[in-house]
């Protein structure tokens, strides 16, 4: 996969992107004599890519959180239906599933402690051709 495409031009094509507010594809052009990446989606959301990057950074985060929160209800839902004899011939299958989500808890925990965002700077594109 790639994000954009190889061989970029001041002509919009679609990227390898979705839009960070609804989804959609981002279309990427080259403009003026840096080059500067421009990213735009169907809808007209624009972006610079900054702010793509940026974007994608915060909806890790929040799939990331997201994912625990599902996991904690998942788990007290299990929780309930095994104390409360509400799991009927399935309790041995939510009592595997609970351990396997406690499990997948830790190292959802540990990830989201490991996940660091690239800090960007409002406007601080790098030049074209650098790194």
């Not at 990331?64 to 004899?85: K, N, P």
């Not at 499990?103 to 690239?118: D, G, R």
Request: contains cysteine; hydrophobic residues 35%; glycine residues 10%.
């Amino acid at each position: 996969m790639h994000a954009f495409p190889k061989n970029l031009s001041g002509e919009e094509q679609p990227s390898g992107l979705t839009c960070p507010e609804c989804l959609g594809v981002l279309g990427v052009r080259e403009e003026g004599p840096r080059r500067t990446l421009h990213f735009r989606c169907r809808t007209g959301h624009a972006y610079a890519a900054e702010e793509v990057l940026v974007g994608k950074e915060d909806r890790v985060e929040n799939l990331l959180w997201m994912s625990l929160t599902a996991l904690d209800e998942l788990m007290a839902f299990l929780r309930d239906l095994i104390a409360r004899g509400k799991g009927g011939p399935y309790v041995p299958d939510h009592e595997d599933r609970l351990r396997r989500a406690e499990e997948q808890k830790k190292t959802l925990v540990a990830l989201i402690a490991e996940n660091t965002p690239v800090c960007v700077a409002p406007g601080s594109e790098p030049d074209a051709g650098t790194s």
